[in-house]
C-alpha cells in the first residue's frame, strides 16, 4: 500500500510553521488530556492536538476497520496491535482529511471545534503501556569510548560486541514522558579511594542521547522472527533519555549490568513518530565488519538520517547545546536488534521499547553523554551563562531533540527533556 | 488484625490429603480457566479449585469492600492492589466459609456446584499480569559458587556483594506459569577453543531454584520505601525457575549481564501463597557481615524457612531429585531487596516479580542449578534410569517444589514445572 501521507508536496489548512518538526508529512500518534478531563489517542500537526477519538466518532475514518473505541484510550497498545497496515490507512487518511484542498473538515467549524486543540491547552502523556523494555548498547563509538576510559583503550570493545547486538533488559515502570520532574537519585556508591561504600544522593548524574523503537506484537513464545520481517513489526520511534547516575553504575554493575543507576527515571518523547514517516530519510548504517552471522544478515539500507542533539539549560538562563550526532551512526540496526531479541524465541508485544543505546558520533562534539563530553569530568563543558558542567547540576534541564530533513520536508520528534530536582 | 485463616488446629470440610501443600491454612490465590471457558480468580484447597467470583456473587464476601468484578479478571493485579486489609479479610472469610463447623456452602450443593471444581478439571493460568521483574543474586553460597568457577577461589564475590543486593531487570514477556511447553533456545556461542561465534540450539541449558515474590503498588515515581515498611507491599511468593542457557550466558554478558540465556523462558508456580499464610516458618536469615548501611537495616527475623527441591524427570522415566536447598540460606532478605529497588526512587507496582537469585545451600547437594550440582559438566549426576546428566536434555522436565512445615502444619507452593523441548 502507497504511503500517501508522505506525499512531500502535500500542504495543510492547519497553520504549520516552517521550521517545525510536525508538518502534515509527520503524523505522529500520542496521547493527551483535555482541558475536559478527557484521555484520547491525537496525532500532531504544527502547534495543534488532533483528537482522533473525535474524528472516528464523527465518521472520518469510514472504511477503515477499526473498533470503536479503539482511539478512546490510555494508550496506543490495542491500535499498535492492529497492525501495519491500519497505520498506514489511518496515517493516510489523516494527510486527506487537513490536506488543504479538501473541505470536509475544514469547513465545517462543529467539527472542527470537536477535533482540533491547541498544543498548550493539552497534556501529553506516556503514549504507550510498556511492558517490557530493553536497552541496547549499538553505538560502536560510545562503546568504544566507555571501554577506553574505564578498561583498555588497545581492547576497548569486548569480544562479543562486533558479533551481536549487546543488550540489556531495563526497567519499565520509571519511563516518564517528556517533561516529567525528575528528583536526582539516591544510592551506594564508593568514594574514591575508600573502600567502604556510603548512601547518598549521586554525585554524577548524566544524559544518555538515544532514540528508542516501539514494536506491535511481533511473535509468539518460542519462535523468532526472521530479519527480513523485523522491520514490519516496528511501530515507530521516540526520541530517548536513558538518565544515568555514574557513581551508582560503577559500584553497582558488576557481574549483572545496570541496575539502580538506570531505573530511577528514563524520558521519551510524546509523539511515536511512525517508521512509515521516516522512510524518506533511510540511509545504509556503518559497514558492518566482521560480517554478522547468517540470521543478522540483510540487504538494503535499514538505517535513518536522523539529526539527534542534547542541550542543557540551567534553571532560569538559556540553553547550551552540548552535542550534535546522529543515528546513522549506530552500528547495529533496529531490524538486528529486533531479531537478535527474538532469536532465543522471547516473546515481543505491543508498547515493547527498544532503546538505542547512547548514539555517539566520530567526533567530540557529537558524544552523546557527559561522560564522554567531559571525559570523566576531565573537561568540562562551558554553559553560555558562563558556568561549567561535568554533570548535570541540580536544577538543570536536559533536552534531547530528533529530526530528519531533506529540501523538501522536515520530519522531527519535538523534545524529549527533563530537569533534574535536588535529591529529598 | 488477626490472621485467622492461619489457625492450625482447624479443619476443612473439603477432603485434604496429610501431605497436600494446600491445607485450609494455605489459602493461595491464583487465576483458572474452567472448562465453561469462563477466566476467574481462584484459591486452592486441597485438590479442589475454588471460584471467587462466583463465592462473592453468592454474596459470601458480605461485610468485606470488594468491588463486584475484582475476581471476574484475567488477573490478580487489581486485588493484590486492594492491600494487605483486604486481602488478610479475604483469606479469614475463605478459611470460615471451608471450615468444617460452617454449614453454610458445605450444605448448599447448588451453591458448591457454581464454587468448587476438581482441580484436574481447570487450567491453572499466569496469576499476575507482571509489570516488571527483577532478578536479584542474593545467596552468597551460589554467588561465591559462580565466582569460584569463573573468577577467582579467593576473590569469589566482587566488593559491593556484600553492601548491597545485586540484581537486575529481567524480561517479563516470556515468564510463563508451570507446565507450559518450552523450546531449547539457539543463541550464539563461543564454542571451546574458537575466536569466532556459532549460531544453533544452545548445548548448556540449566534451571535456577529459585523464589520469586509479588508485590503491591508500594511507592511513587521518585519516592522510596522505609525498610521498616517493605513487608507490606509483598503480596506473596512463588517457586520460580529462571532457566539459563549458559553457553549463551558466557558468550553474551560482558559488560551489560544476562539477556538471551534468560529471556527465552522463566517459569512460576501458579499459586501465590501470601506472606500472611508463612508467617508460622519466619526465621532469622544468615547473619550479615559487614554490618549493612543503615537503609537496608531491620531488626526482627525475616526469613522463612522454605523447603526447596529440584527433581528431574527424563522423559517416560522417574524422576530423580537432584537438590534439597532451602529458602533461608538467602544472604539479602526480601525486605532489602524491596527497599534496595525503590532507593533510588524507582516505583514499583501491583504484580511486579522480584526473584531472590539462585538459592544454594552449604552442602553440595543443595546447589541451586546444574552449573553447580556438577561443577560445570565435570561430575555428572547419575539418574535413577541409569543416564547421566550434566545440563537438561531434551525431554527432560525439571519439577521445582517448596514448601514449609511444622509439627502442625504443612504449606506449599505445588510444582513448577516445564519440559524442554528440542531446538526447532
Not at 20 to 38: A, C, H, M, Y
Not at 67 to 84: C, E, K, P, V, Y
Not at 189 to 215: C, K, N
Request: charged share 25%; proline share 6%.
Amino acid at each position: 500500500m502507497k504511503i500517501t501521507a508522505n506525499n512531500p508536496s502535500r500542504k495543510s489548512w492547519l497553520k504549520v510553521e516552517i521550521a517545525s518538526d510536525f508538518p502534515i508529512q509527520n503524523i505522529p500518534f500520542g496521547v493527551f488530556l483535555t482541558k475536559e478531563d478527557v484521555i484520547t489517542i491525537g496525532t500532531r500537526i504544527g502547534e495543534y492536538a488532533i483528537d482522533l477519538a473525535a474524528l472516528h466518532q464523527l465518521n472520518y475514518f469510514e472504511g477503515i476497520p477499526l473498533t470503536d473505541d479503539i482511539f478512546m484510550q490510555n494508550t496506543l497498545n490495542d491500535f499498535i496491535s492492529d497492525g501495519r497496515t491500519t497505520w498506514r490507512l489511518v496515517r493516510n487518511r489523516i494527510a486527506d482529511i487537513f490536506d488543504e484542498e479538501n473541505p470536509k473538515l475544514k469547513e465545517n467549524k462543529k467539527h472542527r471545534d470537536k477535533v482540533i486543540f491547541n498544543l498548550s491547552d493539552v497534556e501529553v502523556l506516556l503514549p504507550v503501556d510498556i511492558g517490557d523494555y530493553t536497552d541496547f548498547y549499538s553505538s560502536k563509538e560510545h562503546a568504544t569510548n566507555v571501554g577506553t576510559m574505564f578498561r583498555d583503550p588497545e581492547n576497548a570493545l569486548f569480544p562479543n560486541w562486533s558479533h551481536l547486538p549487546v543488550g540489556y533488559h531495563g526497567r519499565s515502570s520509571s519511563i516518564v514522558v517528556s517533561g516529567t520532574k525528575l528528583r536526582r537519585p539516591k544510592g551506594q556508591t564508593l568514594l574514591p579511594g575508600e573502600t567502604q561504600p556510603v548512601f547518598g544522593p549521586s554525585r554524577l548524574v548524566d544524559f544518555e542521547l538515544e532514540t528508542a523503537f516501539i514494536t506491535t506484537d511481533a511473535n509468539k513464545f518460542g519462535k523468532s522472527i526472521d530479519i527480513n520481517e523485523a522491520e514490519d513489526f516496528i511501530f515507530g520511534m521516540v526520541i530517548f533519555n536513558d538518565w544515568s547516575a555514574r557513581d551508582i553504575q560503577k559500584w553497582e554493575y558488576v557481574p549483572l549490568g545496570p541496575f539502580l543507576a538506570k531505573s530511577f527515571a528514563s524520558t521519551i518523547s510524546p509523539w511515536i513518530v511512525t517508521l512509515d514517516a521516516l522512510e524518506p530519510f533511510r540511509v545504509a548504517g556503518p559497514k558492518q565488519n566482521p560480517e554478522p552471522l547468517p540470521y543478522l544478515q540483510l540487504e538494503g539500507n535499514h538505517s535513518f538520517n536522523i539529526n539527534l542533539q542534547a542541550a542543557i539549560k540551567p534553571k532560569k538562563q538559556t540553553e547550551t547545546i552540548v552535542s550534535n550526532s546522529n543515528f546513522k551512526y549506530m552500528y547495529w540496526s533496529m531490524a538486528q536488534q529486533l531479531t537478535h531479541q527474538t532469536s532465543n524465541g522471547c516473546n515481543v508485544r505491543s508498547g515493547d521499547m527498544y532503546g538505542s543505546g547512547t548514539i555517539s558520533g566520530p567526533t567530540k562534539d557529537s558524544y552523546g553523554s557527559m561522560l564522554e563530553l567531559t571525559w570523566r569530568g576531565e573537561n568540562p563543558i562551558k554553559m553560555s551563562d558562563g558556568t561549567e558542567r561535568k554533570f548535570i547540576n541540580d536544577g538543570d534541564t536536559v533536552i534531547l531533540r530528533g529530526f530528519c530533513e531533506n529540501d523538501k520536508v522536515r520530519i522531527g520528534f519535538g523534545e524529549c527533556k527533563g530537569r533534574i530536582r535536588k535529591a529529598k
